[in-house]
């Protein structure tokens, strides 16, 4: 008798996505049920057994995971956040949430090339400690991105479309270089060693950069005083509720003193990420560089809510069966998708 579960047939749909690239498909569920082939209760477990390229896949679960320490070139992917209220028809709504304390995941040696996607933290956030170059962080909630490197400079790295993003350094003393591009930042705090480009942002909270090009941002923290070293300025918009709030001066399409309250579609009949769309009339439509929007959902390559990920993937929004199965007696299995 087999009974077969809405996580085993994710499996299947992955594994069929990912044959063509010879990649193999691991799970990670810590929610108890019974572990088969390529299935861990943990991430460093399923990171062990991996080779470089596959992929795995954290499911969401009403546990909360420990994080890991990747040596490999891997994709990990978690199944988005904030799903009830952007996809509440979904099967599964649950996050892939890490908590506090062991909540690390580390880029060393040998994970150049690594992708982190879909991952929530829990109130003290996800932290993300990168330490070797062509990291990419993108479409994660709640998360701490760490950067250190005592001897080597660091490139590639990319930090995008996360929500409620911070971002510090630990010990770095050579150059690095990387892209911020369509977050939601609470925090960033970078020394003089950084440089890249910073866009399509929109910023809650403090601002500490140098060397950087900023572009198509939205700073509206009223309590937030930027720091911004040597850095160029292109199509910005200060919100701020101050008597004087001008962090980018008003040449180069750079615009000063703008209401917040005109940015926005705002929190009421919207999702929590949901309400930093532009509403119609906003000041931030077509103001970016080329004439792209400002904020994170602007560009060719916007902020997504939940973090949905790639449209190869698609998610399960019903599921039904007859219960079991058997050799004679056949399990009618009925399914929904939608692609991403």
Known sequence: MKTITPKLIVFFLTLITATTFAQTIRRVNNTGIPLGANMYATLQAAHNAAVNDDIIYVEGSGAFYAGATITKRLTIIG???LLAENYPNFADVRPAEFTFVTNAITFNAGSEGSIVTGCSGFVNDLNININVSNITVTRNRSIKVNINSDNTPLTGIVISKNY????????????IS??????????IALSDNFSGIFSN??????????NFSLLNNIFFADNGSPLLTNCTFSNNIDARALVNANAFGTTNGNMANVDKANLFVGVTGNSTDGQWKLKAGSPAIGAGLGGIDCGIFGGLDSYALSGIVATDYPTITSFTTSGVGNSTTPLTVKISTKSN
Do not use: D, T
């Open 79 to 81: 199944p988005g956040y």
């Open 164 to 175: 409620e993003l911070r971002v510090s350094q630990f010990n770095s003393q050579v150059s």
């Open 178 to 187: 990387m892209i911020v591009s369509n977050n939601y930042v609470i925090n």
């Open 201 to 210: 942002n929109i910023i809650n909270g403090n601002l500490n950069l140098r």
